[in-house]
């Protein structure tokens, strides 16, 4: 079975702190990939990455950042995490088409 | 720019009943479709998918429908059980050019016991 993990279940974090999510999965993809998930806007892309020290933004990358240092490991960063950065953040991986998730982390900035 | 759309924030279901999701596309590009199901505190898991070569493919209770020239699909859950109860979403992926999946809103699915 893949197996996506997340750092953090839930955060809480201050205004203006850098933020560190970290994901790692176990199944060698290639495809590395970042989303948020807010109410009424489903899952929306931040970044995503297709190898090693590769990035590409998504739809909504303003205020992160990603690293891939190793194929197994996808980092997000928040440089200056802002109160409309609270949200449900997941991490997914794939091969191909289907991507596989991991459970989340659910961040507050106070 | 919302390139899938899932019309129905929310929809119940009588247990036992059939549960219709549908989605709406706009890119002509796409041609793979999944359907993910996620539970409150957790990652969305995959459901089942479909190839725009089919107009139907089916996996227990779960049937999907492809109607390429109304660009829309549905997902059908026949019996409907109140495990089903969760957000579903749809997804869709232009595979020619890359494997980024663009998703709906989503709509939570309620079964009624």
């Known amino acids: 079975d893949v197996k996506v993990t997340q750092s953090s279940r839930y955060l809480v974090k201050r205004t203006g702190e850098k933020v560190f999510l970290e994901c790692v999965q176990d199944?060698?993809?290639?495809?590395m990939f970042w989303y948020r998930q807010d109410p009424g806007l489903g899952l929306r892309l931040i970044y995503f990455?297709?190898?090693?020290?590769?990035?590409e933004k998504g739809d909504i990358p303003e205020g992160y950042s990603v690293s891939r240092e190793k194929k197994e490991r996808f980092s997000l960063i928040l440089e200056s995490a802002s109160t409309n950065q609270t949200s449900m953040y997941l991490c997914?991986?794939?091969?191909?088409?289907?991507?596989?998730f991991g459970p989340g982390t659910r961040l507050t900035v106070t | 720019d919302q390139q899938v759309k899932q019309n129905s924030p929310s929809l119940s279901v009588q247990e036992g009943r059939i549960s219709i999701l549908n989605c709406d596309y706009t890119?002509?590009?796409?041609?793979?479709f999944l359907w993910y199901k996620k539970y409150p505190a957790e990652g969305p898991t995959f459901l089942i998918s479909?190839?725009?070569?089919?107009d139907k493919n089916e996996d227990g209770r779960f049937t999907v429908f492809l109607n390429k020239s109304a660009k829309h699909l549905s997902l059908h859950i026949v019996p409907s059980q109140p495990g089903d109860s969760a957000v579903y979403f749809c997804?869709?992926?232009?595979?020619?050019?890359?494997?980024?999946?663009?998703f709906g809103t989503g709509t939570r699915l309620t079964i009624i016991p």
């Open positions: 199944m060698d993809h290639e495809n």
């Open positions: 890119n002509s590009m796409f041609d793979y």
């Open positions: 997804a869709a992926s232009a595979r020619g050019l890359n494997e980024k999946l663009t």
């Open positions: 997914a991986s794939s091969f191909e088409v289907q991507q596989y």
């Open positions: 990455s297709y190898d090693v020290k590769m990035k």
């Open positions: 479909i190839s725009s070569i089919k």
